[in-house]
């Protein structure tokens, strides 16, 4: 796991999105430098992060995204037209899980050629059933690499 730097850092609002990919990269290259050099990779977070990993998913090489909790639609503020944010993961070219609480305030995607949704009991934190989320990630992971180690 790991924290993005301006949680580290104390601040509750993030920086832009490039920045964040760019911090992600980062961590990324970090990792493929050291103990993970010559290994797949999967990328993946949650909420923010599940968004930040399909943005950087094709620079950092990735074989699959994993989105815990995509917020697929901003709360909708008043005066303001409804926005989604499905282009980020329709832009995503490799197997794809999207685990989402079946109540998720946050919209829950459909899903898409590379794109495998599963709902789950809960919300957006996901905290309601922590085993079928388990389950459900850990399936789909068996598949990934499993697929990753038929492809010389």
Known sequence: MVEQPYRVAGRRSPPRASQLDADWLSVVERLRADDFAGLPVIVGGRSLGAR?????????GAIAVLCLAFPL?????A????QSRLA???AVNVPTLVVQGERDPFGIPPPGPFREVVKVPGDHGLKTDL??????VQAWLANVVAEAALVP
């Not at 005066?79 to 409804?82: E, F, R």
């Not at 085993?131 to 459900?136: G, I, Y």
């Open 88 to 90: 980020e993961l329709e």
């Open 131 to 136: 085993e079928a989320v388990a389950a459900t």
């Open 73 to 77: 639609a901003p709360p909708q503020r």
């Open 79 to 82: 005066g303001k037209p409804k």
């Open 52 to 60: 930040v990993a399909c943005r950087t998913a094709e620079a950092a």
